[in-house]
């Protein structure tokens, strides 16, 4: 997707930043957990005659240094893109969040950090994860964000292709093998592998349900119906909370729909409000 590749200090944080398009309107990709700005070349490729595209790597996923523990949080990862944003003089009219990049995103809109015409959430990460379980996991998951040797583990263990495809055809999604060895380079770094762990163990989406009832501005919910990472019944629940949401399922794609499928996802975003000249 780079046309230009840069790296800018913001928030305490070197952060690296892919730049491309030529519209004229400004939109923001933000990849999910475990990802990087990678995981929206596709899909951006297909929007960038209509957008100006920014696609930053999240606090110490693929090439941004390591965060704190808060901006590890969902308030405080929101807080450090913004400082981003700031830092370029951005504001963008659209913001395209794929997991928990959506749950990002709708964090700042509410926090009053960016004021965009609408949120477009690609299989969004914000409810809490495991029903009952799910008081269960975050403390376990900060357990092994404590160990350092966790991470150094799970880098080594993807070092094996085969537990890489494994890893991501458990999402319902499957990816070409450019795609896998996309994965493969970032998981086998134990800083990648450790801030994605920290997102989950820092990650509290307890107060969301009753946030998305306020919020704001029009939130697309762009859904694969192969998901099991986050399974559609979850974008069904914020569509039904959230009053100015609408769902636009996509059939036969999972988790990493953009990119199983960009160009499906190019055409749903091909309908997104002229951006202003």
């Keep these: 997707m780079a046309e230009d590749r840069r ?3 913001a928030a305490g944080l070197r952060w690296h930043v892919e730049r ?16 990087s700005a990678h ?52 504001a963008p009219d659209v913001i ?16 009053g950090l960016v004021k965009p015409s609408v949120v477009v959430s690609i299989n969004g990460a914000f409810l809490p994860f495991g029903g009952r379980a799910a008081a269960l996991l975050s403390p376990l998951a900060r357990l092994l964000y404590a160990q350092r040797w966790v991470s150094h583990l799970f880098a080594r263990r993807a070092e094996d292709p085969a537990v890489v495809r494994r890893l991501i055809e458990g999402t319902g999604s499957h990816l070409d093998q450019d795609g896998l060895d996309a994965y493969r380079a970032l998981m086998t770094r134990p800083g990648h592998a450790e801030a994605a762990l920290g997102m989950m163990a820092h990650w509290d989406l307890s107060t969301m349900e009753q946030d998305l009832r306020r919020f704001p501005v029009p939130l697309w919910l762009v859904t694969g119906l192969h998901d099991r990472a986050v399974r559609p ?45």
């Design 7 to 9: 790296f800018v200090n």
């Design 39 to 90: 995981s929206m070349a596709a899909l951006g490729e297909r929007l960038a005659w209509r957008w100006r595209l920014v696609a930053p790597d999240l606090p110490g996923h693929g090439e941004t240094s390591r965060p704190t523990p808060e901006q590890l949080t969902l308030p405080g990862m929101a807080a450090a893109v913004g400082a981003l944003l700031a830092e370029m003089k951005l």
């Design 233 to 277: 019944s979850q974008a069904r629940r914020v569509a039904s909370l959230c009053p100015r949401a609408l769902l636009l399922p996509l059939p036969g794609v999972g988790h990493l729909a953009h990119e199983e499928a960009p160009d499906a996802v190019a055409r749903l975003l091909g309908t997104l409000p002229a951006p202003a000249v």
């Design 96 to 111: 395209v969040g794929h997991s928990a990049g959506a749950a990002v995103a709708v964090r700042m809109v509410l926090d």
């Design 20 to 35: 491309s398009g030529r519209g004229p309107g400004t939109m923001l990709l933000l990849h999910g957990t475990g990802a």
